[in-house]
């Protein structure tokens, strides 16, 4: 239920060299044209040593176009920069969401076990003490386990009845209550890091 943080996914290492590339490719594109339009400038310090207006304002005009394919390519580059960035920060979300969401299937599936579980502790109540312990023992281990990795018991038991976190199966009219009341838990509700895998199943009265 848990991994090795030092292991580098194979799909963030493409992502990284793939950025790497495209940045890469960019820089050698915009130096490409910044030499072109460095020698543009040369020619036209040249000519105007020579005294050759026309043919200097045409090389400006060529400075001029190369400019502005300069320019162009510059906010291209960023935009496409921008655009992998985000596709980055999508795909580490979605990334995220899928494994959640793995772990939760994988959860609601130990849930009959740990009602079994529970079940068992409540029968070795008055068994043998060594069988008893052993038991408790178990059944310990294995919700610790499951806390640590972010399922907590949902409180039930004399909470104000909640439809996002409890499924009514019987109801019982005592007149002691405003608003619904939990009076008896008959199984166990799990939330997995806040969010509800399983509602509790309850008696309430009102």
């Known amino acids: ?14 992502e990284s060299s793939s950025g790497s590339d495209i940045d890469s490719e960019l820089a050698e594109m915009l130096a490409m044209v910044d030499g072109e339009i460095a020698d543009v400038e040369t020619v036209i ?5 020579e005294d050759s207006d026309s043919a ?23 935009r ?4 992998f960035e985000n596709f ?9 969401a899928a494994g959640e969401s793995a772990v939760a299937r994988f959860i609601e599936q130990l849930l ?18 060594t069988v008893r312990r052993g038991v408790e023992l178990a059944f310990g ?22 439809p996002n ?22 199984r166990a509700g799990y939330r997995l890091n806040n969010k509800v895998i399983r509602t509790t199943m309850v008696k309430v009265a009102q």
């Open 88 to 96: 980055k920060k999508r795909s580490a979300r979605e990334t995220a």
């Open 141 to 162: 281990e294995f919700t610790s386990t499951l806390g640590r990795n972010g399922v907590v018991r949902i409180e039930a038991l004399g909470q104000p009845f909640d």
């Open 112 to 129: 009959p076990v740990l009602d079994a579980f529970e079940r068992a502790v409540d029968a070795v109540a008055g068994a043998d003490e």
């Open 165 to 186: 976190l409890h499924e009514a199966v019987a109801h019982e009219e005592t007149g002691e209550h405003e608003a619904p009341v939990v009076v008896e838990e008959l």
């Open 45 to 49: 310090g040249e000519l105007v040593d």
């Open 1 to 14: 239920m848990t991994s090795n943080e030092s292991d580098t996914p194979e799909g963030a290492a493409d």
């Open 80 to 83: 496409l920069q921008a655009d």
């Open 56 to 78: 200097a304002a045409a090389v400006e005009h060529d400075l001029d176009s190369l400019a502005a394919e300069r320019d162009e390519m510059r906010s291209t580059a960023q």
